[in-house]
């Protein structure tokens, strides 16, 4: 039954349990419990099952040759086990996933970093009560055209 040993792969539920959230516990527990039954059910199997003892059979049955026959047959009997076509495209896309998450961050470092600087120049600016006007015009020259156009403060057409 359990002659390849399939999903020889371990769940590490510390770290599944950290990210269960408080309103699905019972649910995680239960998943638990279904998984630790189930395998405790596969690792009780033997890897390979019991011979048959077909010497035992001759002796008993009384006609002749028909255990000859279902030992033949049963020897003749292959069980196809099903080919994995999946895991070579599982594996491509975990790799293909590990690539995409790689870049996102390194995005998000470069956004973090840009972020950093824009918090580090608010913090070191000065107040804007504490600004004169020429302070304000080199913390914020992108406003020069405007103070240009609009020499009265607020500076907004419709304010004039």
């Known amino acids: 039954m359990s002659g390849r040993r399939v999903g020889q792969k371990a769940v590490d539920w510390a770290l ?3 990210r269960v959230p408080p309103n699905q516990r019972g649910q995680f527990i239960a998943l ?10 596969y ?5 390979k099952p019991a011979a048959i003892d077909w010497s035992f059979y001759k ?7 028909l255990v000859d026959q279902f030992e033949k ?3 003749s009997v292959k069980v196809p086990y099903p080919q ?4 070579s495209k599982i594996d491509e896309q975990r790799k293909q996933m590990d690539q995409v998450a790689a870049d996102f961050k390194k995005e998000s470092d470069s956004r973090i970093a840009e972020y950093q600087r824009q918090l580090d120049k608010l913090t070191n600016m000065i107040a804007f009560e504490d600004m004169t006007k020429e302070e304000f015009a080199e913390a914020y020259p992108e406003t020069l055209e405007q103070r240009k ?3 009265y403060w607020p500076h907004y057409p419709y304010w004039q």
């Open 73 to 75: 047959a049963f020897a």
């Open 32 to 41: 638990k419990g279904k998984s630790d039954a189930i395998k405790s059910r």
């Open 84 to 87: 994995d076509s999946a895991s």
């Open 43 to 47: 690792t009780s199997i033997p890897e």
């Open 59 to 65: 002796q008993k049955v009384p006609i002749a040759g």
């Open 16 to 18: 599944f349990a950290e």
């Open 149 to 151: 156009k609009y020499p």
